[in-house]
């Protein structure tokens, strides 16, 4: 239907499709482009509720995801890296909907002070400026932070077992609460839950059944 | 560091012309402003700051390496 020509770059490469559901339209886009859901972007263009709501109708507008994508991460890395101080490599890899970024080179130790301050603060950029879902690692990093986490969450469980007393660990970010929340489950009779809201949480720990305060 | 942090907030907003990075330099400190366009304010300081929070810890560790202070200041209004 749209098929006037735009400047912008990929405009042709834009198409419609029309189905009773979204999962319907997505089987037709994949059908007709020949390629699979994952490997294009859609938008919902009109969702409309037919004859007394008996039949929908819902156009989404398909783009292949190009390779830009992770390259948008590359390209920015190649960017930075030109002008910040620190001598660091990095390789970049795709996997689902994550961008992965590990990180070496003789300054990668400064990426981990303070509890990987600066690590986190370039995945945190990576992720503003290429609309990607970014996780960053370094030397395993993340896999000692989880270990460590996962180690703490236990042991204050373990604690909670034997004293009957909830306890409140620090704010944490999600990613850090759900580690938490899947250690503490591990702990027979113990159970975790979020206080507050925010992006930073406090975590709950208490024996289940006992609610309380 | 003006480079830093003008190719950054380039990334980051939607008007990159319009960014602005002055440099004012101190003794031990230089003090970067950045200026952008006040519809990406928002941008550049992100969700309680956090963007804002990552652009300083940037230039802190490039700042250690360069045993330099770099101070980044957000300017609202001009």
Known sequence: ME?????EPGAEELKEFKGKNLEEAIGHAEHKLKILRSEFNYEIVTEKTKLFGLSKEIVIRVWPKIEAEENAVADFLQ???????????????????FVFVVFDGEDKQILLWKDGELLLALQ???NKVSNQKVQVDCEFFRKRKEKRLREYAQDV???????????????????????????????PGITSESLGDGFLKRVKIFPIGKQGK | MKELVEMIAKALVDQPE????????????????????????????????????????????AGMKLKRRYNLEIIEKG
């Open chain 2, 18 to 61: 319009k960014v602005v990075v002055s440099v004012l330099e101190g003794e031990q400190t230089t003090i970067l402003e950045l200026k952008v366009a006040p519809e990406d304010l928002g941008k550049v300081i992100g969700k309680q700051g956090r963007t804002a929070r990552a652009m300083r810890i940037l230039l802190g560790a």
């Open chain 1, 157 to 187: 469980a373990r604690e909670v077992c034997d004293t009957g007393r909830n306890e409140i660990l620090d704010l944490m970010n999600p990613y850090e609460r759900r580690i938490v929340h899947i250690a503490v489950n591990q702990v």
């Open chain 1, 79 to 97: 960017k930075l890296l030109r002008v910040f101080p620190l001598d660091l490599s990095y390789q970049v890899k795709k996997k689902n909907d």
């Open chain 1, 124 to 126: 945190h950029i990576l």
């Open chain 1, 3 to 7: 098929n006037q020509e735009k400047n």
